[in-house]
């Protein structure tokens, strides 16, 4: 065979040299007219097909599946499963490479990677993937375990120790905290007490030295385990406004896991961002806090994170942000007699780069809102804007009064989305429905969802007409010709993937009245009250990571030319495993969607 082939594309560039030469040994070149059929339904194949030159279309029954181009393989799946359960047809003149059967199966059982990319499902491809990523992955600091990093002793004390001795042990061990133990309660617990507790002993004027430790200690106790990723405990310390988290395994404490020390550890700094937000007293500093945002993103990234992590952590930053600029913003008086919400995308912790606003103001009833409401919204608008979040162009913002109502009002309207068959109204709904609370009293919102939870129950025709959106964006069409670089259109992955998986998971959520508005949450909620089958719900989650992690890559694209983030994709610049991926992630969306069509009796 010609040394041309291409060991840089997926599955073969995982392959050893003596692996590569026992493809060189065993491959041979193929030409196939336009329109002549590869791969029959039900014929056992002999080969498998990498693409030189052309185009291959994948059919299922008359339904155009799939699409394949240069470097692209198939069918490992019918290799290995005996028969092929598609037909495969050139679509133009076609040359490819031909690798002998018996070959793929000796590459298989030497090379679990290869296999892996080759023909398993979604999730194995990914894991597969991820293991793979040029060694850094595998050692990303995002990614190591709390027990590789440095966890400090700890020091444990009995609660009647006294104030004055744990002043000593800090001063003689050089440490900020210690763990209180209380074997008298019923059951025995444990807690921390730290130099900022030490401040408040002082301030009681009661003597030190009869003062015991336990009156002051924390006994809500915030722990992680050893093999915890470092930065799923950085997201926690974030979340729980700490410096600090204790290291056990069951009711072994093996430590103190320090957020300075983290720091020392990682590199994206996320809770200093945090920190900064918390300590801002101007809009001003707010803006260069929000302005770090999208570089620790792209280092969390770069270094491997996985995207929902990072997605968490950016929820809980613009939950912070959002909820110090309105704090900042509102007099307390409205602060308290209110309740501020996002939705979308930031609503359900799904958005990473910044994109539009996205939020409504729900009021209590009866209390009278200050007269100047209207500029207090705006300021707020304004401050968003000045973070990166442009104006939304639907206008689905507090500052049009659309969003800005009393709890029974929004009740109101929520219930008229529900049952006006109206495509504004059930956008709107589906937009509410990801509604999350960043600031104020979360009861109101509480409130509305009540309201609608009852009048959707058991209403068939009104939940056929929610999901029925799974395809308002189906006409948006050559989804596979883009993908393989055949014209110079962007793929769209929020329309042609995110969206229909999001809505189709939320159509469920609200049919079983689930409280849940992330994605992820939604679906485990979902598989636990046997509403989704455990491999679905699998599915469903692998191709929501694949989605927004290809998504992320090319907003960062797009932010580094200066250009305004959009999170369309550019099908040139995306790999062949990248490619398989994708056409798997739409495989799960289109099974997915065949389900929904039957649950809610919805037509095809």
């Known amino acids: 065979m010609p040394n041309a082939f291409n060991f840089t594309a997926s599955p073969f560039d995982c392959l050893t040299q003596q692996q590569q030469r026992l493809v060189r040994d065993n491959v041979d070149v193929a030409y196939f007219r336009q329109g002549e059929v590869i791969l029959e339904v039900n014929t056992a194949p002999a080969h498998l097909f990498i693409i030189i030159k052309g185009r291959v279309e994948q059919y299922d029954g008359d339904e155009l599946a799939a699409g394949y181009g240069p470097d692209d393989s198939f069918d490992g799946r019918a290799l290995v499963a005996g028969k092929s359960s598609s037909r495969f047809v050139a679509a133009e003149e076609v040359l490819v490479y031909e690798l002998a059967r018996q070959t793929v199966k000796d590459l298989i059982a030497a090379n679990a990677d290869f296999g892996a990319l080759l023909f398993s499902d979604l999730g194995a491809k990914l894991s597969a993937f991820s293991q793979r990523q040029s060694g850094n992955e595998l050692q990303s600091l995002n990614l190591s375990r709390v027990d590789q990093t440095f966890v400090r002793p700890a020091h444990i004390v009995d609660a009647g120790t006294d104030i004055v001795s744990v002043a000593r042990l800090f001063q003689k061990e050089r440490t900020t905290n210690v763990l209180v133990q209380d074997a008298s309660a019923t059951p025995p617990r444990l807690g921390i007490f730290t130099t900022n507790a030490l401040q408040r002993a002082i301030v009681l004027e009661r003597p030190l030295d009869q003062l015991p430790v336990g009156e002051l200690a924390n006994w809500s106790l915030i722990t992680v385990r050893p093999s ?135 009021l209590r009833d009866g209390w009278q809102p200050p007269g100047d409401l209207a500029a207090i919204c705006q300021r707020f608008a304004d401050a968003l804007a000045r973070f990166g979040y442009p104006p939304c162009p639907g206008g689905i913002m507090l500052i049009h009064p659309a969003w800005r109502m009393s709890a029974s009002e929004f009740a109101r309207t929520a219930r008229q989305w529900l049952v006006m068959p109206k495509p504004d109204s059930l956008m709107n709904l589906a937009i509410f429905l990801d509604a999350h609370t960043v600031a104020g009293d979360q009861s109101l919102l509480d409130a509305v969802f009540d309201g609608l939870w009852e009048l959707a129950a058991d209403n068939d025709m009104m939940l056929a007409r929610f999901a029925a959106a799974i395809d308002l964006f189906s006409g948006s069409g050559g989804w596979w010709h883009r993908l393989i670089g055949d014209g110079d259109d962007r793929v769209n992955l929020k329309k042609e993937g995110i969206f229909p998986l999001v809505h189709g998971v939320r159509s469920l959520a609200l049919a079983h009245r689930l409280r849940e508005t992330n994605t992820s949450a939604r679906i485990t909620a979902l598989v636990e009250t046997g509403a989704l089958g455990a491999s679905m719900g699998a599915d469903l989650s692998d191709a929501l990571q694949l989605f927004l992690s290809i998504r992320l890559k090319a907003g960062l694209a797009e932010s580094g030319k200066g250009e305004p983030v959009s999170g369309a994709v550019d099908p040139k610049t995306l790999s062949t495993l990248e490619r398989d991926l994708l056409k798997d992630a739409q495989d799960v969306v289109k099974r997915f969607k065949a389900q929904l069509r039957h649950r809610f009796k919805l037509t095809a």
């Open 228 to 362: 915890d990723q470092v930065g799923d405990a950085l997201a926690i310390m974030q979340r729980h406004q700490i410096h600090r988290v204790v290291v056990a395994e069951g009711d072994r404490v093996q430590g103190v896991l320090e957020a300075l020390d983290v720091f020392s550890f990682l590199s994206n700094h996320s809770m200093l961002i945090s920190l900064r937000i918390g300590a801002a007293d101007t809009v001003d500093e707010l803006a260069e806090a929000a302005g770090q945002i999208n570089g620790m993103i792209e280092r969390q990234f770069r270094g491997g994170a996985r995207v929902m992590q990072i997605a968490r952590m950016v929820q809980d930053l613009n939950a912070r942000l959002f909820e110090r600029a309105w704090k900042l913003i509102a007099p307390p008086e409205l602060v308290a007699h209110s309740c501020l919400v996002v939705m979308g995308s930031e609503g359900r912790g799904e958005q990473l780069l910044k994109t539009d606003q996205d939020n409504a103001l729900i």
